[in-house]
C-alpha cells in the first residue's frame, strides 16, 4: 500500500528560503515495512521508502533523507543506501525531483522544499524517528548539504557524496557533515568542488569528515562503507520518538 498525505502539515510561509516545517513527533498509525510509493494528495509518486523491520529494542529509527543526481530518479537515490538499511535500521526516503535536478540548482529553493517537507510529515506521522540525515550524489549532494545547513534544527547529519557546492540562504543549527570525491572527477572536478567546500566549511565551525579516493564520479564500496560507519557511529538514543 502507497504512504499517503499526512494528517499534520502547514506549508513553509515560503519554500524559497528553504526552510522545512515538519518535525518529529510520537508517530500515529503505525507505518508499514519494506519497499513501497510515496503518493501525493493526486495520487502522483513523490518518492519511494524503505523501512526496515522495526528495532528489536524499541529504539527509533535514523531517517535518512536521499537525493539523486541530475537525471536520476528516486531509485537511484534509495540505492545509495539501500544495501545497508535492515543491518543499520535506516529508514529511507528518497524522492522524485519535481524537474531533471533538484529547484536550487535551477536558480533557487522552491517545489522541492514543499515537496520534501510533506514527504517528511508523513514519515513522522507514521514511524518513531530519532534523527535525521540528508545525504545525496553530485547534484543530489549539493542539495542536501544547502538543505541540510540551512536545517539544521532538524537535520543532524549530512552525507555528500561527490558535491559541486552549498548554498543555504541561512544556516540553522550545527548538522555533522561527511564528504567524499574522486580525484580523478570529470564532472564536478575535485580542485574546485570539495577540496574548496571543506575548508570554508571547516572555517565556518562545521564538524566535517573528509574523504577522498582514487576514481571519478562515483561512490566506491570503500566510500559507502565508511560513510555508513561515521553515520551510524552516534546511535539514536532508545525510545526518543521526538
Known amino acids: 500500500m502507497s504512504d499517503s498525505a499526512p494528517s499534520r502539515w502547514d506549508p513553509a510561509p515560503s519554500p524559497r528560503d528553504g526552510r522545512l516545517t ?9 507505518g508499514r515495512t519494506g519497499l513501497a510509493p510515496m503518493t501525493g494528495p493526486d495520487g502522483a509518486r513523490l518518492a519511494l521508502r524503505y523501512a526496515p523491520e522495526p528495532p528489536t529494542d524499541g529504539s527509533a529509527y535514523r531517517l535518512v533523507l536521499l ?4 537525471g536520476g530518479s528516486a531509485r537511484q537515490g534509495l540505492d ?14 528518497a524522492p522524485d525531483s519535481s524537474a531533471a535536478s533538484w529547484d536550487l540548482i535551477a536558480g533557487g529553493f522552491g517545489a522541492d522544499v514543499g515537496r520534501i517537507d510533506l514527504l ?43 558535491p559541486g557546492f552549498a548554498a543555504p540562504p ?18 564536478l572536478p575535485i580542485d574546485v568542488c ?19 579516493f582514487p576514481g571519478g564520479h562515483d561512490i566506491p564500496a570503500v566510500i559507502r562503507e565508511s560513510a555508513t560507519a561515521w553515520l551510524t557511529a552516534r546511535p539514536p538514543p532508545a525510545g526518543d520518538h521526538g
Request: glycine share 10%; no cysteine.
Open 22 to 30: 515538519a518535525r518529529r513527533h510520537p508517530p500515529g498509525t503505525p
Open 170 to 187: 541561512a544556516t540553522h543549527g550545527r548538522p555533522r557533515i561527511f564528504i567524499s570525491h574522486g580525484v580523478d572527477d570529470r564532472v
Open 120 to 162: 517528511l510529515a508523513t514519515v513522522f506521522d507514521t514511524y518513531p524517528v530519532a534523527d535525521v540525515t540528508v545525504g545525496g550524489f553530485s547534484d543530489g549532494a549539493s542539495y542536501a548539504l544547502s538543505l541540510g545547513l540551512t536545517n539544521g534544527d532538524l537535520i543532524d547529519s549530512v552525507l555528500a557524496f561527490s
Open 194 to 212: 570539495s577540496r574548496r567546500l571543506v575548508p570554508h566549511l571547516h572555517d565556518l565551525g562545521y564538524d566535517v569528515t573528509y574523504e577522498e
Open 80 to 93: 545509495l543506501l539501500l544495501p545497508v538499511a535492515d543491518a543499520q535500521r535506516l529508514l529511507l526516503v
Open 67 to 70: 537525493l539523486h543526481g541530475a
